[in-house]
Structure formats: structure tokens, C-alpha cells
């Protein structure tokens, strides 16, 4: 179940990751008419979620992680660098997928509780996890299409 699981989240992360190659610097700036989020700080928060999934329903104690757009709960206008950005997130798929392959048959059965989403088991919450980059995947792609 495990590996289909990784393949299963890896395909549907390419709607962001396909993404990523496209973006220039100039774009991270940018956004819908009337919306708060730039096109930055989506990938930022794409990357702070993953970390959060990695170390608080996955279990990795060792990240220390700094959600920093989920502290702020808005757009503070500061991911502007897109190298850095680039690297966060590979940073946080990477750490999330290492943590995710150690997971057992039983582990995907197995009962977490956050304050965002309640008690889910851990494959109903790696759903969450598969809906929220594709989400905020869509927005990227509007933003970079329509966004000024």
C-alpha cells in the first residue's frame, strides 16, 4: 500500500511540479485581481504544509520546521526568491516522501488527531495532503495564466 500511496501523491504533485520550471522570478509576485495570495507565496506554503505533514502526522521528529505562511495566514510579500523557494519545496518533498516509505501496512491504518482536520487515520490524512498541493496547484496555474 505504501508504494502505491507515493505513486499515487508523486503523480498528482506534477500538476505543482510541472509548474515550477515555467516560473520566473517576475511571476513570483504575482496575483489574482481581488485574491491574496502571490504566486510565491503558494509555493511556499505548498512546502511549509509538507514539512507540517512529515513531522506532525508522519511522525519525523527530528525537522524543525517554521510554517512560516501558516504562522502568518497571509501573504506577507516576502517570497520573492525563487531559488530558494525552488529548493524548499524539493526540501519538503523530499523529507515528506522519506518519512512516508517508512510507513508500514498497519501505520496507513493507524489514528492521528490535528487541530486543522481532527482524527483521520494516516491514509485518510495523506489524502489531505494529495488535495491540498493539487488545490493550490490549480491557483498557481490561474495565477501564472491570469495573474498580474
Known sequence: MTTQLIDLWIE??????N????????DLIKKLPNTPNSTGFLIRHIGDVEFLFAKNVFG????KVSAKTVIAQKDTGEWTDLQ?????QQDSFE????????QTEADWNTSISTKEFGTKTKAQAFGRIISHTTYHAGQLAMILK???
Open 19 to 26: 509548474l515550477l520550471p515555467s516560473i520566473d522570478e517576475k
Open 60 to 63: 519525523e521528529a527530528s525537522l
Open 146 to 148: 491570469y495573474g498580474g
Open 95 to 102: 523529507a515528506l516522501k522519506a518519512i512516508v516509505e517508512k
Open 84 to 88: 530558494s523557494l525552488i529548493q524548499y
Open 12 to 17: 498528482a504533485r506534477t500538476r505543482f511540479s
